[in-house]
């Protein structure tokens, strides 16, 4: 069986929208691949990432915050951004790396009562994961 390709998330504090796309992805096609997720901050998980990936029934309350440095020498094929910020600071990946920049609102800047914060978590997760279906499909075949 040839090696699991291995896909890094990155966003800016690597506390929700990369922590929800990890552990999305990781459900998703964890027999294909191996996800990983950072940020170039760390900070922690937001709470309210992981009660909305609590709902669709995915555990990321055991997940960590970590900077890019964490990965330092390892090798991806494919490096996803999935907020604007990480993007234009992202650093230089070796040519077989593919780069990849899907651009997500960020559901920590959502200002209002508890349940409106949490939908805007939920509205995240939603189409981080529809996205994450289409990738699957793509990069599955190639």
């Known amino acids: 069986m040839p090696d699991k390709k291995r896909v890094l998330f990155l966003c800016t504090h690597n506390s929700a929208r990369s922590q929800m796309a990890e552990g999305l992805f990781r459900k998703l096609a964890g027999d294909q691949f191996e996800t990983f997720s950072a940020g170039t901050e ?15 029934g995915i555990d990321i309350s055991r997940q960590q915050s970590k900077t890019l440095d964490a990965f330092s020498g390892e090798h991806f094929d494919y490096v996803i951004t999935v907020c604007d910020l ?6 230089t990946f070796p040519r077989d790396t593919e780069r990849i920049h899907w651009s997500f609102e960020d559901p920590t800047a959502v200002t209002g009562t508890e349940e409106q914060r949490l939908h805007a978590f939920k509205q995240a997760r939603d ?14 075949r190639g």
């Open 42 to 56: 760390a900070t922690r998980v937001h709470p309210l990432a992981i009660e909305a990936m609590r709902e669709v």
């Open 86 to 91: 990480a993007n234009e600071t992202c650093p």
């Open 127 to 140: 189409m981080i994961q529809q996205r994450l279906r289409m990738f699957q499909t793509i990069a599955a």
